[in-house]
């Protein structure tokens, strides 16, 4: 109880600053998170909520007690996963974090950095680039990451190294497109930023983290994931949330 009452202070904290303080603001908009801080789902979310200045607080879901397997979260996100979110303007609710992405992105589409492109052949690699990221990339990481760290540290589950090896093989394997296709460009979908990089950010931190070679041997990609890293809008958030809310 205490540290979700301590979440909710310091973001409606964080909140009331950037109210006073963004220019291209809708100061009526409050984005309501119902997650985990440093969860990946809820940072992809509120780093786009950033670069399109945003206001958002985040209420913290007590995991551990399986708070998202009471009947009343169940209400909100029937698969009782995070994070779902509320928008305040007029109580939409909505959950999987690539959807509320593109959700901010779209009804804010004039503020902040413009993150999906219009023109239709843009929008269509837009739309090929989203599902290869999430197909090709996370697909692998998200597990190679669960094998390595959470099953050891959180569940005192040992690592099966088999496993491992498969990620890492696949994982090198997909990366090499990746170096193919940021050898021809800057970003994934071309010469703008777009969402689909920000979606890549939170497992490419933990790739980096395991297997920093695995990036570093593919100059294109370094390139890419330390331009993205660097952002202020993602070095502000990373970082911030206490290890006992890392699932």
């Not at 708070?67 to 303007?89: C, M, N, R, S």
């Not at 990339?137 to 090896?165: G, Q």
């Not at 990620?167 to 071309?190: A, F, H, P, W």
Request: hydrophobic letters at 40%; aromatic letters at 12%; charged letters at 20%.
């Amino acid at each position: 109880m205490l540290r979700s009452a301590q979440c909710y202070f310091y973001c409606s904290f964080r909140l009331g600053i950037a109210r006073r303080t963004s220019n291209n603001l809708d100061i009526n908009m409050v984005l309501t998170i119902y997650g985990i801080p440093r969860s990946t789902s809820t940072k992809r979310i509120v780093v786009v909520c950033k670069e399109k200045n945003i206001p958002y607080r985040i209420v913290s879901i007590k995991m551990l007690e399986n708070e998202h397997k009471t009947p009343a979260f169940l209400e909100k996100q029937p698969f009782g996963q995070i994070p779902y979110v509320v928008d305040e303007d007029d109580g939409f609710m909505l959950f999987e974090s690539r959807a509320i992405c593109r959700y901010i992105a779209n009804k804010y589409a004039s503020q902040g950095t413009p993150l999906i492109p219009t023109d239709p052949k843009e929008l269509a690699i837009f739309e090929q680039a989203a599902s290869f990221e999430l197909n090709n990339f996370e697909a692998i990481a998200n597990p190679l990451y669960h094998e390595k760290v959470i099953h050891p540290i959180y569940h005192k589950i040992p690592t099966n190294e088999s496993f491992v090896a498969h990620y890492v093989s696949t994982l090198n394997q997909r990366l090499d497109g990746y170096e193919r296709i940021l050898s021809k460009q800057t970003y994934i979908c071309g010469e703008k930023l777009t969402l689909v990089d920000l979606f890549h950010l939170s497992f490419l931190d933990k790739v980096y983290l395991m297997l920093p070679e695995t990036i570093d041997s593919r100059p294109n990609v370094a390139r890419w994931y330390q331009a993205l890293s660097q952002r202020p809008t993602w070095v502000e958030i990373k970082d911030t949330a206490p290890e006992s809310f890392l699932v």
